[in-house]
């Protein structure tokens, strides 16, 4: 019985190569048009990946920047991530600042995460995935607004509009690597780069303030090249520090790891 089980399970992998089995995992949701997008996509990015040492599947972040109008992705390798990829958004609606309520066409600012209940294979906009808004702190505001997303077909209200051939792309990626384990993909929403020049550019903005916190978060991936870990106390986003920066740069008044005890998780690098 032993032998005519292997023997079965050695047909089925010639028959169905694991780069294929992309709905093996069945709590990662499929389509065939998610699916033929896939087999579209996968070698080039592949190819692409071979260059900096990386593979479909790696575990990824994502980071999006308003004023750029710009969507990266970056894959993890060991402890820090390298960037893969930037993309253009084709599309967003509103200006500078949070989504604060349901029907303002504004899209949100801030830290969130992406697990594989939020990805859609079957949208109306080619393919997408839920941001997740309003997370804690949105909430902590009393901010509303639902389905926020990064969606194809390069048309939003509120959302990141993407051409399609780019968002196959990125869905590819966020697929991979949740069939290979990640549980939840961190998306950083900015409002634009948040270098100390465009802070002082933007610092007579109502958001100012706000703007600091964000750059908390912006700050400790710049210089440890891996998303932190982010929680929600006092209404404020928390960061926690591990380490030394290994790039560069510093980050002042970072929650220390004690304090993290019974706060509210929204974020946990894989």
Not at 28 to 34: A, L, N, R, T, W
Not at 79 to 100: A, Q, R
Not at 131 to 142: A, Q, R, V, W
Request: aromatic share 14%; net charge positive; proline share 5%.
């Amino acid at each position: 019985m032993r032998y005519y089980f292997l023997t079965i399970l050695f047909l089925f992998s010639i028959l169905f190569p694991a780069d294929l089995l992309m709905a093996a995992d069945s709590s990662i949701p499929s389509s065939h048009k998610s699916r033929m997008a896939y087999t579209k996509v996968a070698p080039k990015l592949n190819r692409e990946m071979k260059r900096i040492d990386a593979a479909l599947g790696d575990p990824v972040f994502i980071r999006i920047f308003k004023k750029e109008q710009t969507l990266e992705v970056w894959l993890r390798q060991g402890l820090t991530y390298n960037k893969f990829k930037s993309y253009s958004i084709c599309h967003h609606s509103g200006v500078l600042g949070p989504k604060l309520k349901e029907g303002d066409k504004q899209s949100p600012e801030g830290f969130y995460t992406v697990e594989a209940n939020q990805l859609n294979p079957n949208s109306n906009y080619h393919l997408s995935f839920n941001l997740g808004f309003p997370n804690e702190y949105d909430k902590s505001y009393k901010r509303t607004g639902s389905l926020l997303m990064v969606h194809g077909k390069c048309s939003s209200a509120g959302c990141f509009a993407m051409a399609d051939f780019r968002m196959e792309e990125i869905y590819a990626i966020v697929e991979s690597a949740m069939i290979s384990g990640q549980h939840q993909v961190p998306v950083h929403i900015f409002p634009f780069k948040m270098t100390e020049a465009n802070m002082a550019a933007h610092r007579n903005s109502k958001w100012i303030n706000f703007w600091k916190n964000l750059k908390q978060g912006y700050d400790y991936f710049e210089g440890h090249h891996a998303p932190p870990r982010v929680t929600v106390q006092d209404r404020q986003y928390q960061f926690s520090s591990f380490r030394s920066f290994l790039f560069g740069g510093n980050l002042s008044d970072v929650t220390p790891e004690l304090r993290y005890s019974g706060l509210n998780l929204l974020l946990q690098p894989l």
